[in-house]
Each structure stands twice: as structure tokens, then as C-alpha cells.
């Protein structure tokens, strides 16, 4: 694409109509000519060759107010476009009111002006809103409450942040904080619930363990004399194997006494038609003596 130096072009050309004859029907063609393609330039967004146009216009009639009054305003445009690329929002809407404002100006550039500012103050709108929506999340999400951090994140996940690649970044690094967050909090809850279920069994063994002593407890205390479970058939077997009697049926229990809810009884056998004691044995253990 070449790139024309019309203030150049227009020096040639004023001084080719000079070397004419100097009509000044010329003069006023490249004048009507410059604002035309300049108005045209404006209508496709091309500023930068508008400004050169306008600048050809104003050399062929120096004091010519609508020129200057156009070139003053695709001047701001540019200043403006320029503070845009450095961040400067607000000064940049300063300089297209301006353009919107001067006077004797073109309605046409005016308008592209106002479009302008009002693309520039929808986009400083939504950064406010955006940057309100990430803030709240980082509040949320600094009080450990990183569930509701990212419903906050879900809202700008939906909104174009194509233009706000910062807020986007923040955005993206602030949910990869809260998941990591998340995930550690859920394996934190379920070893501590491991470790309460553990500890809910032990205490029911225990309660268990506890529930049974009291039952044999009671058992002894309802019946201190009544035999544990195996315990006589195991011992009147000790006495036959041992010989102390001839057999099981020929062994005879009296109750001998009491100690600590365990009841004891003496053991006789019958010999040559006589009782014999052989030993006195604890109902509940099987243990005996002679």
C-alpha cells in the first residue's frame, strides 16, 4: 500500500495551476476534490488519510474554516486513538468531546466522534463492572468462602473480557486458587469424618464392651450360684479324668458361699456309701481347690 505525502502532492499541484494560468477554478476543484475524499476517507474510518486530505484542502485555501474546523477535529480523533493504545481512557473521551464540539465542524465527523466516546464509555463501564465482580470474589474467596468466589467467576466467564485481558488472567488464576482450595478442603472434611466414624466405633465397642460387663454383672448379682456357660460340664470331665470321682453322676454340690457375686459350691462324692468332699469349686471360672 503506498503512502502519499498530500501536502507534497498539493504544492505540485497548486503550483501546476500557477504555471497555467493560476485559475482559481482549479484552486476551488482541489479544494471541493480534498474535503470530498476527505468526508469519504472519514465515512470508511480511514483518519490518519482524512487528516491528509484535509491538510490539502486547507493548503489550497489557507483560511478556509470548515478545512481547519475538519482537520481539527480528525486530529483530536488520532490523539484520542493514540491515548486509547496507552490505557488513557478518560483523556481520550475528553479530546472527542472536543471534536463533537468544535464549531463550523463536520456533522459527519462529529457522529464517528461520538460513536467513539460512547464505545470508549461503554468500555469503561464495563471494566468498572467487571473489576466490582472480581473484587467480590476475591473478598469471597480471601474468607474461604470459594464456593461463592467462583459464582462470582461464573459471572465474568459469560461476559466478552476480550478487551480485558487483566481482569481475564486475574480471573482465571483466582479459580485455579479457589479449586485447589476446594479440593484440599473436601479431602480436609472427609479425613475428618474418617476419623469421627473411627471414633464413633471405638466409643460403640466400648459402650458395647461396657453393656455386656454390666450384663454378666447383673447375671452374677441375680444369680450368683448359677453356673457359667460350659463351665460345669468342663469341670465334672477334670474330675473324672483326674479320678477324684467315679463319674458324673456320682457328684454331689452344696453351696459353700458367695465372694463378689461368684458363687461357690463343695463337691462330695459318694464312697463305700459315705460322702466324700473333694473340692470346692467357683461357679462362674471352673477353678477349684481341695
Known sequence: MK?????????VLIASLLILGG???????LYQESIQKGLDAIAENQFSKSEGLFEVAL???EDDVS??????????ILKADKLVEQNNIVEAVQLLDESIKIEQGSKVIASKSQDKKETLLAFQENEKK????????KNLSQSGNYQNSNGKLDELSKADLTQFASIKDEASNLRTFNDEA?????????????EIAQANKEAEIARAKKEAEKKVAAAKASAPFEWAPGVKDTFEKAMVEAEYVDSHDNIIYKKEGVNENEGYYSVYTMRDGEEAYVVVVNVKTGLYHG
Open 67 to 76: 478545512a481547519k474546523a475538519y482537520l481539527n477535529q480528525v486530529q483530536l
Open 23 to 29: 485559475c482559481s477554478s482549479k484552486t476551488d476543484e
Open 130 to 137: 467487571y473489576n466490582a465482580i472480581l473484587v467480590d470474589a
Open 182 to 194: 476446594i479440593k484440599n478442603a473436601e479431602i480436609a472434611q472427609a479425613k475428618k469424618e474418617a
Open 3 to 11: 503512502i502519499y505525502n498530500f501536502k507534497a502532492v498539493t504544492m
Open 59 to 61: 493548503e489550497t485555501k
